[in-house]
């Protein structure tokens, strides 16, 4: 089975602007979350998406927001860019139950705010 | 509110000695725990879980860990370290009905050969 994929790798924005990341969940799991990692703030829950729909959300602000589409394939935006918005954007799928079940992460996409 | 806290944002130990990272967590309700792993300019790939069954877990690469309540704790362990185990470590705890992780902030871990 092929693994989780996001595109792109890598990005350099510059403030103002707005972002499209994407993430290919693996074959048959449902549901994907994203996380923000950066060196001052760790990693950190965005929100996750199961059928079409948001499940949870974390504590960040409405510039951030995401949707996912009927294949499970998920994207995340983010606007009016910030230079702290630089972080490394992991998503992560599993199958959906939830809880116990294992979240693979995909490679990540490493967004760069100038 | 549920958090952990990892001991040591750095922890140094020669090739085949005992590796311990320590992961102590807080949680209202009873949790699921795990260790990831993170390579470089890769994602996390998981090292266990702990979801209630039995206290000592087992998982990949030779690695286990053990979950005491008593002491809120699942520190991750690994008898005898190789090159290959440097890498970040990362433990995390969600509760049942959800799939939102909770991070610890990481323990980067070096093996001395």
């Known amino acids: 089975k092929a693994g989780v994929t996001q595109t792109p790798r890598y990005l350099i924005k510059t403030r103002g602007q707005q972002v499209t990341l994407s993430c290919s969940p693996i074959?048959?799991?449902?549901?994907v979350s994203w996380y923000q990692q950066t060196p001052g703030q760790g990693l950190q829950f965005l929100f996750e998406?199961?059928?079409?729909?948001?499940?949870n959300k974390g504590n960040f602000p409405g510039r951030f927001s995401g949707r996912q589409f009927s294949n499970s394939r998920s994207e995340m935006n983010v606007s009016t860019l910030e230079l702290g918005d630089s972080a490394l954007y992991l998503c992560?799928?599993?199958?959906?139950?939830?809880?116990?079940?294992?979240?693979?992460f995909g490679p990540g996409t490493r967004l760069t705010v100038l | 509110a549920q958090s952990v806290t990892q001991l040591g944002s750095h922890v140094s130990v020669s090739e085949g000695a005992l590796v311990l990272l320590r992961c102590n967590y807080s949680?209202?309700?009873?949790?699921?725990l795990f260790w990831y792993v993170q390579y470089p300019n890769q994602g996390l790939q998981l090292l266990l879980k702990?979801?209630?069954?039995?206290?000592l877990v087992k998982g990949i690469n030779g690695f286990e860990a053990e979950f005491k309540k008593s002491e809120t704790s699942f520190h991750l362990t690994k008898p005898s370290a190789h090159m290959s185990d440097a890498a970040e470590y990362f433990c995390?705890?969600?509760?049942?009905?959800?799939?939102?992780?909770?991070f610890g902030t990481g323990t980067r871990l070096t093996v001395i050969p």
């Open positions: 992560a799928s599993s199958s959906g139950g939830q809880g116990n079940n294992e979240q693979f």
């Open positions: 074959s048959g799991h449902r549901s």
């Open positions: 998406y199961f059928s079409e729909t948001q499940r």
């Open positions: 949680s209202s309700v009873p949790p699921y």
């Open positions: 702990y979801t209630s069954a039995a206290t």
């Open positions: 995390a705890v969600t509760q049942t009905g959800a799939n939102n992780l909770f």
